[in-house]
T-cell receptor, first 115, second 114 residues
């Protein structure tokens, strides 16, 4: 079945560091890909999505590019802030016009940024 | 924009008790979901509904019932709470049932079973 594998566990950075959280997927065709962020005590928030090869999604300084060749959708940010500390989830959905309402979520990556 | 409201925010129950969690959305979305999130872990799908009166089982439906009374509301029942159970239950909605579009989440209901 479809699956998502992302950077496991925790990533610890200092403010202004460059962030990369890896996300690789296994699915046929061109699934929709998503990034979500979850702050303590809240539900996950949608960051952005992409659904075509080489399409870039971005929001709040975060970005990721859909890469069919490497089946990846890595999350990047050039300069992180303490307020970016949260858990980040990569998720996989159906291709456009698909018929499966479910998203498949990765296990989450906890980002901790110190000032 | 819109909002998802979950009630109650905190729920404390006794072992064996039947407990009901409620979710309301004003996005006018067709599809709604219930997820369970255990501490430090990812999201597991319990039930989803692609339209009013529709119910579909997720990966973790055993021990739960759900009800989609109308388009804007989706309820989840824990049929028999398990002792020492602690989890957050998240409700979400999406504009369409194809899985191609994002889901929007509520703030969660935090369950503790004594």
């Amino acid at each position: 079945g479809d699956s998502v594998t992302q950077t496991e566990g925790q990533v610890a950075l200092s403010e202004e560091d460059f962030l990369t959280i890896h996300c690789n997927y296994s699915a046929s065709g061109y699934p929709a890909l998503f990034w979500y962020v979850q702050y303590p005590g809240e539900g996950p928030q949608f960051l952005f999505r992409a659904s075509r090869d080489k399409e870039k999604g971005s929001s709040r300084g975060f970005e990721a590019t859909y890469d069919k060749g490497t089946t990846s959708f890595h999350l990047r940010k050039a300069s992180v802030q303490e307020s970016d500390s949260a858990v980040y989830y990569c998720a996989l959905g159906a291709p456009s016009g698909g018929s499966n309402a479910k998203l498949t979520f990765g296990k989450g990556t906890k980002l901790s940024v110190k000032s | 924009g819109g909002i998802i409201t979950q009630t109650p925010k905190f729920l404390i129950g006794q072992e064996g008790q039947k407990l009901t969690l409620k979710c309301q959305q004003n996005f006018n979305h067709d599809t709604m979901y219930w997820y369970r999130q255990d501490s430090g872990k990812g999201l597991r799908l319990i039930y989803y509904s692609i339209t009013e009166n529709d119910l579909q089982k997720g990966d973790l439906s055993e021990g739960y019932d759900a009800s989609r009374e109308k388009k804007s509301s989706f309820s989840l029942t824990v049929t028999s709470a398990q002792k020492n159970e602690m989890a957050v239950f998240l409700c979400a909605s999406s504009i369409d049932p194809t899985g191609s579009y994002e889901q929007y989440f509520g703030p969660g209901t935090r369950l503790t079973v004594l």
